[in-house]
């Protein structure tokens, strides 16, 4: 389970301070999918990376599994799985090598790695390219290989930013039934995209951020009862709408 209480973030820019998150609070649940919905520049990327421990914030918490992200970041990241929104590949290694890499530096032995390799090969579709080079890979092997990197060590809890991005029809089909997978498994994933009938086939529930701030949050079916809106997407869009509105 993924808590996140009041969050704040704060950057320097030459027009004066941007809050790119200010007062974000939410709870990411085991054995669900939390979609993180918001428009570009809405503080969603800036609110994972406070929650896999790539920033600190400036005020609020997070707790992984009850652990404060804060006070024991390296306890964190072993039960984290993240994707995020850069996913570079190592192009001279093998998808094989790169997932194996990523084993050995969170302190694997060599038969776990290959097990749990094996294991994330054949759950992502990956029999064919598994044993060559990545450079050359479409953004979809890419993606996949990224994934299973970010597995490898099995963590209960996984963040991933938007898996789903420039992938063809057939691809993004078999990264849904993936995360299906991961949530029948009893994981915490939060998932953020853009691709609002993502959103309503795989969340469970839907954090909206705008501006920073919480807008909506719950199921969908609670989200469209929220705004009065029998579609997601419109929900969504009068959600963001009354945040517009206060800021103007």
């Known amino acids: ?39 570009n520049g809405a503080g969603k990327t800036t609110t994972q990376r406070m929650l896999y421990t790539l920033m600190r914030p400036e005020r609020g918490w997070v707790k992984v599994d009850g652990i404060d992200v804060a006070k024991d970041p390296e306890a964190v990241r072993r039960r984290l799985g993240v ?43 990956m029999r064919e390219e598994a ?45 849904r039934e993936f995360l299906h997978r991961l949530r029948a498994e009893g994981r915490c994933v939060i998932f953020s995209s853009h691709i609002m009938q993502e959103v309503a086939a795989l969340c469970d529930r839907i954090v909206v951020i705008a501006k920073g701030h919480v807008v909506a949050q719950g199921t969908p079916d609670e989200l469209r009862a929220q705004t009065g809106e029998s579609n997601l997407e419109d929900a969504f869009v009068r959600a963001i709408g009354s945040e517009e509105g206060l800021s103007a």
Do not use: C
């Not at 995020?84 to 990523?102: C, H, Q, S, W």
């Not at 084993?103 to 390799?117: N, P, Q, T, V, Y």
């Not at 450079?135 to 290989?145: D, H, L, P």
């Not at 060590?153 to 991005?165: A, C, G, Q, R, S």
């Open 131 to 175: 044993n060559r080079q990545t450079e050359g890979f479409s953004q979809g092997q890419r993606t996949k290989t990224a994934i299973a990197r970010a597995l490898v060590h099995d963590p209960k809890n996984v963040i991933l930013d938007e898996p789903t991005n420039g992938l063809d029809v057939m691809t993004t089909r078999a990264m």
């Open 1 to 39: 389970m993924i808590e996140v209480h009041d969050l704040h973030k704060t950057f320097k820019a030459k027009t004066g301070p941007v809050r790119a998150v200010d007062g974000v609070s939410f709870s990411a649940r085991d054995g669900e999918i939390t979609g993180l919905l918001g428009p």
């Open 83 to 125: 994707l995020p929104d850069a996913r570079g590949v190592y192009k001279r290694l093998t998808a094989r090598e790169n997932i194996a890499y990523f084993g050995r530096l969170h302190g694997m032995d060599e038969a776990s790695i290959a097990r749990r390799s094996e294991a994330l090969i054949e759950a992502l579709g």
